[in-house]
């Protein structure tokens, strides 16, 4: 998709500022219904993501709001976690998620950042890590995980993230924190 333009997103950009709560709000609701549960909760996420120290890149076709990603520094600017990655429903699959990705990979690099990571939940058992014990032969069971229900991982796969470890029951009694990073170059 040509004509989409990635932007950053400011507190001061009210319209994107409610339209990219309303994305956390929307979008996750169906897969990870605990996450920006509220508006109140998904607006006060995009306050904290457009903080001076953070990444917030917003992608915009025209004048609406297709999707938005944020990027936390850590290890003095060395890694950066990306946090959180939001693409409206109707959109997802044009290839703006890999816009973004590809973007705040440029942002992260322009920062002097070596490394990007992040944690993408099983929550609803969308992989063959959930509902497994992940704390006996853990490495194999990631070697071999399985994506039953179009979790996010696959994708973060096809943009060059590795699989780096889990956090077995991090929302619950089988349901893992899948970790994934990248080496930026």
Do not use: C
Not at 69 to 84: A, K, M, R, S, T
Not at 150 to 163: L, W
């Amino acid at each position: 998709m040509s004509n989409i333009q990635i932007a950053d997103l400011t507190a001061d950009m009210t319209a994107e500022y409610e339209a990219a709560a309303r994305l956390l709000n929307v979008a996750f609701a169906v897969n990870w219904p605990g996450s920006w549960a509220t508006m109140e909760e998904a607006r006060e996420e995009v306050t904290e993501m457009t903080a001076p120290d953070r990444i917030a890149r917003v992608a915009l076709v025209g004048d609406e709001v297709a999707g938005w990603i944020g990027g936390i520094p850590q290890y003095d600017g060395n890694v950066w976690e990306l946090h959180p990655l939001v693409v409206d429903p109707r959109r997802q699959g044009q290839g703006i998620g890999a816009q973004l990705v590809r973007d705040f990979e440029d942002q992260v690099r322009r920062r002097g950042g070596l490394t990007i990571q992040l944690g993408t939940d099983d929550v609803n058992g969308m992989t063959s890590l959930a509902d497994v014990d992940l704390y006996t032969d853990t490495w194999e069971k990631i070697r071999n995980i399985q994506n039953f229900k179009g979790h996010p991982y696959s994708f973060y796969q096809k943009m060059g993230y590795t699989i780096i470890g889990v956090l077995p029951d991090a929302n619950g009694r089988g349901k893992p924190d899948i970790y994934m990073g990248k080496r930026i170059e």
